[in-house]
């Protein structure tokens, strides 16, 4: 039986991200506390749905929205790991990137009563330690790679990048990957950045973007029988009005074409059992 599962997410940053960057002026920093406001209309509509999501969401904005994020707790929705300061572990010490994973668990342990399964790294970038301290303190699945798309897989530790010389794959763990996008993902598409160094000016129309993310849906059914597919938004994001229209039909669209809506520990559970079954029997 034909099985596509689809996993909406959100990254709940608020102003951690901007922080991060050095980006600290009033405007900045408003820009991330409008996501805490359009949090709200984002559990509206899916409690309409009843559609239960991940949030990925750092220890700061646990700790500066504690009634926001303790909503998204009281409407059932999982929540994921996403550093405390959203600094991204590529640039932090083995042992800064060890601090601020402990300290942003500690602080998802006392909202919900449980540390976090699933992490997903700022910017998506892990250090060469991230996958060593992610099974050292016990998370189920990582959420930050792009080796797949509609197939989680086992992450790896220990490869090998050499320039000049062939790829050297390291050893497999029991860490799953549930792999992400950028293409799948709110912010590269809609946003408005503007630094000494870079400008990020995208702006895209929301109803376009949410068209070729229907696109892929479909392919994911018609190439496989079973897969999960992850989409990635933001509350200051794609909580825009105009957004939230095009995002709200995308949804509808997602069900009609039959998508089943899960968590992402649900669905990486049942991917583990799949994987486990097929590491068994070879």
Not at 31 to 60: D, K, N, S, V, Y
Not at 92 to 104: F, G, T
Not at 218 to 247: F, N, S
Request: charged share 25%; net charge negative.
């Amino acid at each position: 039986m034909p099985r596509h599962i689809v996993c909406l997410t959100f990254d709940f940053d608020t102003m951690s991200g901007f922080i991060a960057r050095g980006m600290t002026t009033p405007t900045a920093l408003s820009r991330g506390e409008f996501g805490a406001r359009a949090a709200h209309r984002i559990l509206a509509f899916l409690e309409a749905r009843a559609i239960r999501t991940t949030w990925f969401i750092p220890g700061f904005t646990i700790e500066s929205f504690p009634r926001e994020c303790e909503a998204v707790i009281a409407r059932g929705h999982e929540i994921a790991h996403h550093s405390w300061a959203h600094v991204p572990p590529a640039s932090l010490s083995r042992e800064a990137e060890q601090a601020d994973l402990v300290r942003a668990n500690d602080a998802i342990a006392r909202l919900s009563g449980r540390k976090a399964r699933g992490y997903r790294s700022p910017s998506w970038d892990l250090s060469d330690n991230t996958i060593e301290l992610l099974i050292a303190h016990g998370f189920h699945y990582d959420s930050s790679l792009m080796g797949g798309d509609y197939a989680p897989y086992w992450t790896r530790r220990g490869d090998v990048a050499d320039l000049g010389k062939p790829y050297q794959f390291g050893e497999e763990t029991a860490l799953l990957e549930m792999p992400i996008s950028w293409s799948l993902d709110d912010y590269p598409h809609f946003e408005f950045v503007r630094t000494p160094q870079t400008i990020l000016a995208s702006l895209q129309p929301a109803r376009a973007v949410m068209a070729n993310w229907l696109d892929e849906f479909r392919y994911m059914k018609r190439e496989v029988d079973w897969g999960i597919l992850t989409y990635t938004m933001h509350p200051y994001v794609i909580g825009r009005g105009y957004r939230m229209l095009a995002m709200e039909d995308f949804v509808t669209q997602l069900s009609a074409e039959g998508a089943i809506f899960m968590t992402m520990e649900d669905a990486a559970a049942e991917a583990r059992k799949r994987l486990s079954r097929h590491r068994g029997a070879t």
